[in-house]
């Protein structure tokens, strides 16, 4: 089965180097197929080029993410390009296929796509360096998830982060509302009650769930004001935030 990997991304300074570091991993996965959605109205070209040098399968989307949300106190990230890619999905991947949402700024070991590559309909396992716990994970017993070891409850049926699950694409089409929400902090929840999940559906992957083999890391920010400017210059495009 093929991998669909979809992966949010806006344009910093930083974006280069970000794919540049996760499409270099990806590169050593057999079947990937990178779907790179960027939070932007056009398609910038360096990431173009990489994805053209890296010889993976791929496919290059932008939609940005409405002003709306943006004006919000807490800004609902990578929504609106999500979407676009779980269309295309929705549309062009294979039934056989899983789909699986990394974000630009995560470490992964690959060893992740050999377990999440048979999910038959959602598998999970946990994600290292995240929240005040350190570690998100569900938590199982006798094979089956019974609940959620994370730092961050807010009410939610699915504490997990974006990169601690996959679905399979055949599941996927056969659910009528599928949908990821503009609310920050539950993207991962809504998309996964939209699903239509019970938590004894769910596959434990992962050693059941006791061995972390993706992080939630975290790039700082480059504080110079030059570089920020030279790069607005260098790819002459108008930047979507000023941070
Ligand atoms: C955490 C989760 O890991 C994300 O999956 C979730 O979307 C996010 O919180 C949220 O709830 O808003 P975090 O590290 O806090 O992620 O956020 P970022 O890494 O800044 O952004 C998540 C993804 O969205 C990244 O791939 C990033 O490139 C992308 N993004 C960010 C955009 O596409 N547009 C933006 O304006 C900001
Ligand atoms: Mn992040």
């Not at 959620?148 to 996959?166: H, I, L, N, T």
């Not at 110079?224 to 260098?234: E, I, M, P």
Request: charged share 20%.
């Amino acid at each position: 089965p093929v991998i669909y990997v979809v992966t949010p991304t806006y344009r910093r300074p930083e974006m280069v180097a970000e794919l540049t570091r996760l499409g270099q991993t990806l590169t050593m996965v057999k079947r990937i197929h990178w779907i790179v959605a960027e939070d932007s109205h056009t398609c910038s070209p360096p990431i173009t080029s990489l994805l053209d040098r890296l010889g993976l399968s791929y496919t290059h989307l932008a939609s940005p993410m409405p002003e709306v949300y943006r004006r919000e106190k807490y800004v609902p990230r990578g929504v609106s390009n999500r979407r676009a890619a779980l269309q295309w999905v929705q549309e062009n991947g294979e039934d056989t296929g899983v789909l699986y949402f990394l974000d630009d700024d995560n470490a992964i070991d690959i060893r992740l796509f050999n377990e999440m590559r048979l999910t038959q309909t959602v598998s999970m396992w946990p994600v290292g360096l995240i929240g005040e716990y350190t570690v998100s994970s569900p938590v199982v017993k006798g094979n089956q998830v019974v609940g959620f070891y994370d730092g961050w409850p807010a009410g939610r049926k699915f504490q997990v982060d974006m990169a601690g699950f996959a679905v399979n694409i055949g599941y996927l089409k056969k659910q009528k509302k599928v949908t990821m929400p503009y609310i920050a902090g539950h993207e991962e929840d809504g998309f996964l009650k939209s699903l239509n999940l019970n938590l004894k559906d769910i596959e434990v992957k992962a050693d059941g769930c006791t061995n972390i083999l993706v992080w939630h890391t975290r790039t700082a920010k480059n504080p110079s004001r030059t570089l920020r400017l030279a790069h607005h210059q260098a790819t002459n495009i108008k930047p979507l935030t000023d941070n």
